[in-house]
């Protein structure tokens, strides 16, 4: 799938989990969710996010910009002994030597990821960002599942898993996937001003 599409899906998504909730809660929700949809593709230079982290938008860059990532997360927790901290170096550097679909698109990147973020959200009393963010993380792998290329859910083992029943990214389907999910979320937002 394309970056906007993972990126609509994480706002209709983000816009399903507010609906009914206090407007300051709301906005959490949906940004939470639509970075959700977008951590994944961390893995690639090009993606949204890396679009907006790395100076230069390669591979080299990529891999260097998540190491030096990791040894400051690992300075961090050599000063503060928090524990979040040496897993965020952990999968900084998971991040950096992973290739495209790998361990961001897999069981185990999931699970760290998720663990870091329930550890933060309970920290802060803010849980529905757990909820959030692993929302638009599940709803990423499940619509790059969904690709001929498959992800590697069982990553370290090289293996790519895709559905039985695949979307050609090329074929238009992502167009529609993205229209239908932009245009659910206007009207779940043309719902919350009225």
């Not at 949906?30 to 690639?44: F, K």
């Amino acid at each position: 799938m394309t970056g906007k599409t993972h990126v609509a899906i994480g706002v209709a998504a983000g816009l399903t989990l507010a609906y009914g909730e206090p407007i300051d809660k709301q906005l959490i929700i949906i940004t939470a969710s639509t970075l959700g949809s977008l951590i994944p593709d961390l893995d690639h230079p090009k993606s949204k996010l890396n679009q907006k982290l790395l100076l230069f938008k390669n591979e080299f860059f990529r891999i260097l910009f998540f190491i030096a990532l990791a040894i400051g997360f690992i300075y961090i927790y050599s000063t503060s002994k928090n524990t979040i901290f040496a897993l965020l170096s952990l999968l900084s550097l998971f991040i950096a030597i992973s290739s495209h679909r790998g361990f961001t698109h897999s069981i185990l990147g999931f699970l760290i990821f998720a663990y870091i973020i329930k550890t933060i959200s309970v920290q802060y009393n803010i849980e529905y960002l757990y909820q959030s963010v692993s929302i638009g993380y599940l709803l990423h792998l499940f619509a790059d599942f969904l690709t001929p290329q498959g992800i590697k859910l069982f990553y370290p083992l090289n293996i790519n898993i895709s559905a039985p029943i695949i979307i050609n990214p090329k074929s238009g389907i992502d167009e529609l996937i993205f229209i239908l999910a932009s245009t659910y979320s206007l009207l779940i937002l043309l719902k919350l001003i009225v």
